[in-house]
């Protein structure tokens, strides 16, 4: 990769049906949204894949440890914070982000219904609430490690510890953040929070999500801009317009790049019509339309779209990723980027040419083995580092797949199509070749 490769940007890591997005604000700071190390799938269609492993390679040093200035969960289903546990252990993260709806489920009935990451993750957002309250009480702040916010309101809030938390260690909608783990980043990124809403605070985990606008600032003064929206469906999400636009914080909607919600959900644009169908709700594409940039990107973190739509089938929903094509540019699914035979992560980066997606060529060169050992300890490429790491990820879930050892079911149905069979190809399936 040249020295002029891109140094801020976001990494959308090729794990099935699940997120894993890495924001590389520099090579200091690095922010992961959601986790699903596929070593830690339950289900037995997935690969054996190191997630946190490669992650943990990527990741800057600090006192000899890997260090994540923040570890954002935006809700606690298994394919948002699965190896968790194993990333707690592996890493110091700087700053945790949780919401309230853990404290529920998980004060509620004992964390039934929780998965074992997202208990740990419950366990470790308490301990940080009260080391933060025991520092405050010594009249000092919180060290790196300890720091925790808390993101949303709860009608419930004052039977939880974090209601006791300073106004500082607490956000929700309509707030912004510029500050990561200490470190003022104002000029560089900034994260505008849409979600949860109070009202939703007892709905199902998914309306519960942590949604929010990211933009990060070039040195040059280009910006990029990402929508995250977790889990959420077509209710919530308008809410989240309709209030935006009528508070005049338009700027907040605008977008390059969309992560569908729910994994290319059909429920972000239809709701059921009682009688087994569903009904198209264009109001919400209008408004994705309506805010999106010149180029703009949608994003799907889940497995290879299907070619039609069986009822009840899980996300991703073909109806849903033909509207999000009505759209936008390029509508691009994590596991068949460029092709579902040899996937490589979803690279979006910031620099003085704009905002834009990293070409497949770019990202084969960065899986390389000599610049993978190289890059986390060359200034200016952290982002590189990270798609090195998340590459190799792809390269082995493909791998994996191709021998038929393990795999998600429609790559492995994709990669016999693209071969005209399922036996082998003569020379191996990889990156840079």
């Not at 510029?178 to 009202?199: K, N, Q, S, W, Y």
């Amino acid at each position: 990769m040249s020295d002029d490769t891109p140094q801020m940007g976001a990494v959308f890591w090729p794990v099935g049906t699940g997120d894993s997005s890495t924001v590389v604000v520099s090579d200091e700071i690095v922010l992961q949204i959601d986790l699903h190390d596929l070593v830690k799938a339950d289900d037995d269609g997935n690969p054996e894949v190191p997630v946190v492993d490669r992650l943990v390679e990527a990741l800057p040093q600090v006192d000899g440890r890997p260090y994540l200035a923040v570890f954002a969960l935006t809700h606690a289903d298994k394919d948002h914070c699965l190896g968790f546990a194993d990333l707690l252990d592996k890493v110091e993260i700087g700053e945790l982000w949780a919401t309230p709806r853990l404290w529920r489920e998980y004060e509620g009935g004992d964390g039934e219904g929780l998965c074992e990451d997202a208990k740990v993750f419950q366990v470790e957002a308490e301990r940080r609430v009260a080391a933060v309250m025991d520092a405050v009480g010594d009249g000092r702040e919180p060290g790196s490690g300890d720091r925790v916010v808390v993101f949303g309101y709860d009608t419930d809030h004052d039977k939880h510890a974090y209601d006791e938390l300073p106004e500082e260690f607490k956000s929700g909608p309509g707030k912004s953040i510029t500050v990561l783990d200490g470190h003022d980043c104002f000029d560089r990124f900034e994260v505008f929070i849409h979600a949860p809403f109070a009202d939703d605070c007892a709905a199902a985990r998914n309306e519960t999500s942590l949604a929010m606008q990211v933009t990060l600032t070039d040195d040059s003064g280009q910006t990029g801009r990402l929508l995250l929206f977790g889990d959420l469906a077509y209710d919530t999400i308008m809410k989240i317009v309709d209030y935006s636009e009528y508070k005049k914080r338009e700027q907040y909607l605008a977008w390059d790049l969309l992560l569908a919600p729910h994994h290319c959900s059909k429920k972000v644009m239809y709701v059921p019509d009682g009688e087994g169908g569903d009904v198209f709700q264009m109001d919400v594409m209008n408004a994705f339309r309506r805010h999106a940039g010149d180029q703009p990107v949608v994003v799907s973190s889940s497995g290879v779209f299907p070619a039609t739509d069986n009822p009840g089938a899980n996300p991703p929903h073909r109806k849903a990723a033909n509207r999000y094509e009505e759209i936008a540019d390029e509508l691009i699914c994590t596991m068949a980027w460029p092709n579902a035979a040899a996937p490589v992560p979803v690279v979006f980066a910031i620099d003085a040419h704009g905002a834009r997606i990293v070409r497949e060529e770019t990202v084969e060169l960065a899986a390389s083995e000599a610049f993978t050992k190289a890059a986390p300890h060359v200034f200016g490429r952290r982002l590189a580092a990270v798609t090195a790491a998340a590459a190799i990820v792809a390269e082995t879930v493909v791998t994996q797949s191709a021998h038929g050892a393990t795999g998600p079911e429609r790559v492995r149905r994709a990669i016999a199509a693209d071969r005209g069979g399922d036996k082998a190809p003569e020379t191996v399936v990889g990156f840079g070749r």
